[in-house]
């Protein structure tokens, strides 16, 4: 089975801090996903890797980027953290060209 | 923008019923179409995934419906059971590359015993 390990179920943060959230993939894909999700509002894609070093932005890139520095490992960085970035935050993997994407358990981030 | 609009927000149906959600796209270069199941505290995971060259595909109690002219495509479970609650999403992409998936907004479904 494909396991995507997100390594933080909960956290809280204030606000102007920088939050690390961080994701392993156990299937050597390709392609690696941070979405946000609020209600309402489904899962709205933030960035993207096809490759090791390689991002692409997504829908809402704004306020966060993130580091691809080996092929299982995804990060989202929030530079400096805001009350609007309260959310839960997944992460997913894919081999991409038709392949299912592959979700981790999510993050619930607030930002106090 | 949403790219895929999905309805309804929230369903509750009896058990043993039939629960139909609908979703609706624009952009005509999408063909892959997959419906993720999310249980509370749990990610996302594919229930069912559809291609524009079928109009239908059934996986045991649940079958995607798909009218590619009205660019349309729906959820059916058939006999709901209170296991089945959860919220469904709809997804569309282009079935090449990275295969970035647009998600629609999401309904609650809720089955009653």
């Known amino acids: 089975d494909v396991k995507v390990t997100q390594s933080s179920r909960y956290l809280v943060k204030r606000t102007g801090e920088k939050v690390f959230l961080e994701c392993v993939q156990d299937m050597d894909h390709e392609n690696m996903f941070w979405y946000r999700q609020d209600p309402g509002l489904g899962l709205r894609l933030i960035y993207f890797s096809y490759d090791v070093k390689m991002k692409e932005k997504g829908d809402i890139p704004e306020g966060y980027s993130v580091s691809r520095e080996k092929k299982e490992r995804f990060s989202l960085i929030l530079e400096s953290a805001s009350t609007n970035q309260t959310s839960m935050y997944l992460c997913a993997s894919g081999r991409g060209d038709g392949q299912p994407q592959h979700f981790g358990d999510g993050t619930r981030l607030s930002i106090l | 923008q949403q790219q895929v609009k999905q309805s309804p927000q929230s369903l509750i149906v009896q058990k043993g019923g039939i629960s139909i959600i609908n979703c609706a796209y624009e952009?005509?270069?999408?063909?892959?179409f997959p419906w993720y199941q999310q249980f509370p505290g749990k990610g996302p995971a594919l229930l069912i995934a559809?291609?524009?060259?079928?109009s239908e595909k059934k996986e045991g109690r649940f079958t995607i419906s798909f009218n590619k002219s009205a660019k349309q495509f729906s959820l059916h479970i058939m006999d709901s059971q209170p296991g089945d609650s959860a919220t469904y999403f709809c997804a569309a992409s282009m079935a090449t590359g990275a295969n970035n998936l647009f998600f629609g907004t999401g309904t609650r479904l809720t089955v009653i015993p």
């Open positions: 952009n005509t270069a999408f063909d892959y």
């Open positions: 559809i291609r524009p060259d079928v």
